[in-house]
C-alpha cells in the first residue's frame, strides 16, 4: 500500500448486518425469480393438424431433395414421389388454408394475428418484469439504507482502472481500490452469481438476470414481432427446387450386381 493510502478498520457488524444480507437476498431473489418465471410459462398450445401438415410437406420434400444424389429409391419411385409433391404445391393442396382463391390479395400474413406469436410476446413481457421489479426494488433498498458503506476488502491486487467499478457512491481518491462499496458489491453479485445458480438450478435456469439485460425489453425498446412464414411461396419455391432436383437424380443401387461381382472377383468375362 502506497503511503497516501488510508488505512481502514471496518466493524464487524458490517460484515453481519450488511454484506451477509445483500448477499443472501440477491440469492434468494434469483431463486424466487426462476419459480416465478417457471409459473408463469404457459404450456405450449398445439398447433392444429392442417398446420402441421403444411409443415410436413415441406419437410418431406426437403428430404427427397437431399437424397436425390446416390438416392435408395429407385428412379420410377422417386419421380413419382418427386412430381405428385410438385403438382400438389402448385395447387396448393397442403396449405393449411385451402388452395388460395385467384380472387384474393396476395398480402403476407399478418404476425398480430397469429395467437402463438402474440403468446410468445406476452410471456417475453412477464419474463422481463420479473427480472426489472426485483432488481429496482433491490437497489433501491441498497441506495435507501447502506448508501456509502464500504462492506469489504479483495485480497488481491488491482490497478486504479477498477476504481470505478468497485467504489460506486464513494467519491475518495485516496482510499485503496481494493475496497469495496455497498452498490459495487450488489452489481458483482449481479453479475457474478450465475455460477451458484448453475450449481443450485441447474444450467437451464432463469435466475440469472444479467442475460436479460442485452434484451430489447431491457432496454425499454419494444421488441417488433418476427415475421410470419409465407407457406404459400415455400411450397411454390420447393416445387422449383424439386424440379432441379430430379436432374441431378441418381440412384444408388444402379448396376449393383456388377459392382457386386467385380469386387469379389467373380465377374464373368465378357
Request: hydrophobic share 45%; no cysteine; glycine share 6%.
Amino acid at each position: 500500500m502506497s503511503n497516501n493510502a488510508v488505512s481502514l478498520y471496518l466493524d464487524p457488524q458490517i460484515r453481519d448486518w450488511v454484506l451477509f444480507p445483500i448477499t443472501l437476498v440477491m440469492i434468494l431473489v434469483g431463486i424466487l425469480r426462476h419459480y416465478v418465471v417457471i409459473l408463469l410459462q404457459s404450456p405450449p398450445k398445439k398447433l392444429p393438424r392442417a398446420a402441421i401438415r403444411e409443415q410436413r410437406a415441406l419437410v418431406r420434400s426437403q428430404i427427397l431433395r437431399t437424397t436425390s444424389t446416390n438416392s435408395p429409391i429407385p428412379e420410377s419411385f422417386y419421380k413419382s414421389i418427386s412430381q405428385n409433391l410438385s403438382q400438389a404445391f402448385e395447387a396448393g393442396t397442403y396449405l393449411k388454408d385451402g388452395p388460395p382463391k385467384a380472387d384474393a390479395p396476395s398480402t403476407p400474413p399478418n404476425p398480430l394475428s397469429d395467437p402463438n406469436a402474440m403468446d410468445g410476446m406476452m410471456a417475453g413481457m412477464k419474463t422481463q418484469m420479473v427480472m426489472m421489479v426485483p432488481q429496482m426494488i433491490i437497489m433501491g433498498w441498497i441506495n435507501f439504507f447502506f448508501q456509502g458503506f464500504v462492506l469489504i476488502k479483495l485480497p488481491f491486487p488491482l490497478t486504479l482502472g477498477f476504481k470505478s467499478m468497485l467504489q460506486r457512491g464513494i467519491e475518495t481518491p485516496d482510499m485503496d481500490v481494493r475496497w469495496v462499496s455497498s452498490l459495487s458489491w450488489y452489481f458483482l453479485n449481479f453479475f457474478g452469481l450465475n455460477g451458484l445458480y448453475r450449481l443450485i438450478l441447474g444450467g437451464d435456469n432463469a435466475a440469472d438476470a444479467s442475460r436479460d439485460m442485452a434484451s430489447p425489453f431491457a432496454a425499454g425498446v419494444p421488441q417488433a414481432p418476427g415475421q410470419a412464414q409465407d407457406y404459400s411461396k415455400l411450397l411454390k419455391a420447393e416445387k422449383d427446387n424439386l424440379e432441379l432436383a430430379e436432374g441431378l437424380y441418381s440412384w444408388v443401387g444402379k448396376d449393383v450386381e456388377q459392382r457386386v461381382l467385380r469386387r469379389y472377383g467373380k465377374l464373368p468375362p465378357s
